[in-house]
């Protein structure tokens, strides 16, 4: 919208389209916040009695000076950045007031309660319709907002296991394992970005908004890839084999002398330059063809095991890199976050937290362009806000406009 606000807007795509956030815990704030990476105005709104659950998620906690006062969740700080945040009793007359305030003036509403719960709150799809027409709604569940299972809370782990991910993860289908991160919750946050934008797109033709819903378990079964073609079309069900590649081999983690190395022959004139630089028959019995080779995983996971097993890490890659095969090290988080790559490519951004100070978060993992090859991405973040910060700041812009 082009309604002038007090509130400092930042570039990007998205700059001047202000998103009201009811979101909490993880989906719909990472795609709130995904918006705000993209110059969205993004006001958070919190309850009264502590703000966003995961708040309250640690530890870890850092605090000013090491002090148990104003401490604040790292896992909060990672789902919030380019955000405001006011604090509003959806249940009182002045709370409802100025959310009705904020709906007829955002593009964008994001929310994730239970299936019912707006409804009970007063904004169901209709009474939001008629506060705005233009408005694009976000809606994240559990399982799915109809259906015989519709109704079901929604939580990271239990998602993973139910949309399959974890039958898929692990050292053997006997270890079904949970990811690292929340890639459920994650998942589901940015196809709801994607569907807003496109929703967006709309009803620049249409005039019209419209509501766009997600949920964790679409977004997981979204992302089987060629695991959920092997079930529908082939009939056979993917199970969890560790570090190394259902169809494609050799293609996964070694170990070396010192550590490891992952690898990636991913076609056949990949495997001759591999073997060649690693004194293999590229056309022997069993392992000249991929299909032969997946066939024989085994077999081929040892014969590499054992050509790797007398190098160290650091001279295995520069041979590999020699060879032209694709090849990485495992690095921890340490590692990625110091690693020079990384902060090229802008995906660490410093910003200054109003209690924390300065701070450095983990950045936004787009970068736009002009066509002169200018960089036009947003440099210019904000810290995740501490709770209610900005409350005055837009019931002053409410009610100016």
Known sequence: MSIPHPLEQADGPLAGTIVTDLSRAL???????????????????????????????????????????????????SANRNKRSISLDLKSDEGRQTLDGLIRRSDVLIENFRTGVLDRLGYGTQRLA?????????????????????????????????AGLMSL???GPEDPQRMGVPIADLLAGMYGAYGVLAALLERARTGRGQVVRTSLLAATVGVHAYQGTKWTVAGEVGRAQGNH?????????????????????????LWKRFCAAFDIDADADGIATNP?????QAAVIDLVTDRFAHHDTDTLLRLLAD??????????????????????????????????????????????????GTETTRTRHLAPPVLAADTDAVRAWLEAV
Not at 292 to 296: C, D, H, L, M
Not at 325 to 351: F, N
């Open 27 to 77: 989906a719909g704030p990472h795609a709130a916040m995904m918006l705000g990476d993209l110059g969205a105005t993004v006001i958070k709104v919190e309850n009264p009695g502590g703000g966003d659950d995961t708040r309250g998620w640690g530890p870890p906690f850092v605090s000013p000076l090491g002090t148990d006062e104003e401490r604040e969740s790292t896992y909060f700080l």
């Open 130 to 162: 008629e506060l705005n027409p233009r408005l694009v709604v976000l809606s994240i569940t559990g399982f799915g907002h109809d259906g015989p299972e519709g109704g079901r809370p929604g939580y990271d782990q239990i998602a993973q296991g139910e």
């Open 169 to 171: 993860t692990g050292s």
């Open 245 to 269: 590649h259902p169809s494609i081999c050799p293609y996964g983690l070694f170990r070396t002398r010192d550590g490891a190395v992952q690898i990636a022959v991913g076609s056949e004139p």
């Open 292 to 296: 032969e080779r997946v066939a024989n």
């Open 323 to 372: 060879a032209g095969v694709p090849a990485g090290k495992v690095r921890d988080l340490r590692q990625v976050y110091e690693w020079e790559q990384t902060r090229s490519q802008g995906l660490l951004v410093d910003v200054r937290h109003r209690t924390l100070g300065d701070i450095t978060l983990p950045g936004p993992p787009l970068r736009f362009f002009a066509p002169d």
